[in-house]
Every structure is written in structure tokens, then in C-alpha cells.
């Protein structure tokens, strides 16, 4: 599969899974802009490295996508956009009725919103080049629910609803919008979640891993980041041209349950 000649915007890939796509998308041939919301020279190190291994260019531009407008200039800035990758997502774990007030906005704002801004001024690109893919990482909490994640699976449900109703819009063009669903990776994000969990339930850090986190994953065994790379390349491919207002899992069995 070669993406040559086409240019990709990863919100959130200084870390984890966005890395990782945006890694995979570069080797498929594709220009890449990282994004997050710092700026410091090992952000722009990253993209420089990618362009390193593989040839293609590579940015990164600081945008903060928990701010509407950021979001927007972020696709602006790039100048041109044929592949979306809405992958800037945070955590927090809490009962609902002590769910903190700012946690439940920055979740919302950055996991939900930001795919809509940049979705909306990416669509002229898109439409003006005559090519388009969308790909909305969302997760397995996205087609199903877990305790104290009210924020998380509410937008990622939303994202989900979202992806279904933006491939409607774009049905009779060469444009599809698809969502990828991950169990669990191993990134950063789900690192920061081992020390509340362990606690919430009183347990070791590698019971937390077995019995709370790997539970739900009949496979046993954690996606990788290379693994929802190359779902997402394969979602750029001529092949997956009439996929279009779906999910994909990538969890290991997790919503087979
Ligand atoms: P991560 O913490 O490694 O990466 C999150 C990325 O988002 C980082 O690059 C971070 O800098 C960026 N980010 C956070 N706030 C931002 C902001 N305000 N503006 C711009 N960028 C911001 O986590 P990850 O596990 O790689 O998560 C990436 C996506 O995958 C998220 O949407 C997450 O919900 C989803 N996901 C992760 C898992 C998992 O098990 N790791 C499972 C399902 C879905």
C-alpha cells in the first residue's frame, strides 16, 4: 500500500498510540504532522526521526485539542489534509458522583470535540483534493462500558455516533470515516491508570494487569501500537474504499464477550 503523495494529521502522537500510527502511516509513504500540546525541541525530534527512517516529510505543530480554535488551526497550519487520524485522548478514573467537574470538560473537550473541529475543517481539503479518510480512534469503550469511566465511555460513544454520521455526509464521495476500537495498549495512557485501579481494588500492580485490565481481553495479551497502525494504513488502502461509517476492534476478543 502506498500512501505517497498524501499528507496525514495525527492529533496526540508524541506518545503512544498516535506514534505509532503516525510511524506506520510514514512507512506506508505518507507526509505526517505529529501534534500535541507542548513544544518542546524532543516533540520536533520525533517528527524529525520518523522523516529519518523513512523518507517521507515529517512536522510536528503544537496545538492544544482541548481548545476548539487550536483544533482548527492545527489543520490550517498543516495547508493540506487527506488522511485525519482524531486520536488525542485523555483518562480519568472516579465514581461518577465524585467525578471532578474539570476532568468530565477536558475528557469531553479533547476525546470528542476536538474530532469534530478538526473533522469540519478538514472536510474542504479533503473535498478539494478529491480524497479523503478519516480515522477516529475511539476504543472498546466506545461499543460498551466499564465502572468509574463515565467521561471516557461517553465520549468514545459520542465518537463512535459521530464517525457514523460524518461517513453519511460523505457517502457519495471519494472520502470514508471509520473508527478503530482498541482494547488495551500499553501506552502511557494506561500506565497512568495502573496506581488508581490498583487502589480502587486494593490490588498489585500485576493483578491489576491479569485480572482488572487484561479481564476483559480474551486474548490475554495487549494490542500493540504497530498493530492499530496498520488497521489505520489499511483503512487508507483502495481496498478498504466502501468501508466507511464502521468500527473496527482491535481488542483482542474484549467486545466478542
Ligand atoms: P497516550 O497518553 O500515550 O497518548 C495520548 C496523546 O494525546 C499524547 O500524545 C498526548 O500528548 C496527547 N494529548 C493529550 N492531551 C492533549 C491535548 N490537550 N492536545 C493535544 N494532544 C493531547 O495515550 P494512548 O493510549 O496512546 O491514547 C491515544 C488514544 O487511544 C486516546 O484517544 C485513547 O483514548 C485511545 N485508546 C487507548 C487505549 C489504550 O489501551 N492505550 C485503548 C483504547 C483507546
Request: glycine residues 8%.
Amino acid at each position: 500500500m502506498s500512501l505517497t503523495g498524501k499528507t496525514a494529521i495525527v492529533t496526540g502522537s508524541n506518545s503512544g498510540i498516535g506514534l505509532g500510527v503516525a510511524r506506520e502511516l510514514a512507512r506506508a509513504g505518507a507526509d505526517v504532522v505529529l501534534n500535541s500540546f507542548t513544544d518542546r525541541d524532543e516533540d520536533h525530534a520525533l517528527a524529525a526521526r520518523i522523516a529519518e527512517e523513512t523518507g517521507v516529510t515529517a512536522r510536528y505543530i503544537k496545538a492544544d485539542m482541548s481548545k476548539g480554535a487550536d483544533c482548527r488551526a492545527l489543520i490550517e497550519q498543516a495547508g493540506t489534509c487527506d488522511i485525519l487520524i482524531n486520536n488525542a485522548g485523555i483518562q480519568h478514573v472516579a465514581p461518577i458522583d465524585q467525578f471532578p467537574v474539570e476532568k468530565w470538560d477536558a475528557i469531553i473537550a479533547i476525546n470528542l470535540n476536538s474530532a469534530f473541529h478538526t473533522t469540519a475543517a478538514a472536510l474542504p481539503m479533503m473535498r478539494k483534493a478529491g480524497w479523503g479518510r478519516i480515522v477516529n480512534i475511539a476504543s472498546a469503550h466506545g461499543l460498551t462500558a466499564s465502572p468509574y469511566k463515565a467521561a471516557y465511555v461517553a465520549a468514545k460513544h459520542g465518537i463512535v455516533g459521530m464517525t457514523k454520521t460524518v461517513a453519511l455526509e460523505t457517502a457519495r464521495e471519494p472520502i470514508t470515516a471509520n473508527a478503530i476500537c482498541p482494547g488495551y495498549v500499553l501506552t502511557p495512557l494506561v500506565e497512568a491508570q495502573i496506581p488508581d485501579t490498583m487502589k480502587e481494588y486494593g490490588m498489585s500492580r500485576e493483578d491489576v494487569i491479569k485480572n482488572v485490565m487484561l479481564e476483559r481481553q480474551p486474548s490475554k495479551e495487549f494490542a500493540t501500537v504497530e498493530q492499530l497502525g496498520g488497521t489505520a494504513v489499511f483503512l487508507c488502502s483502495d481496498a478498504a474504499a466502501q468501508i466507511t461509517g464502521t468500527t473496527i476492534s482491535v481488542d483482542g476478543g474484549w467486545t466478542a464477550l
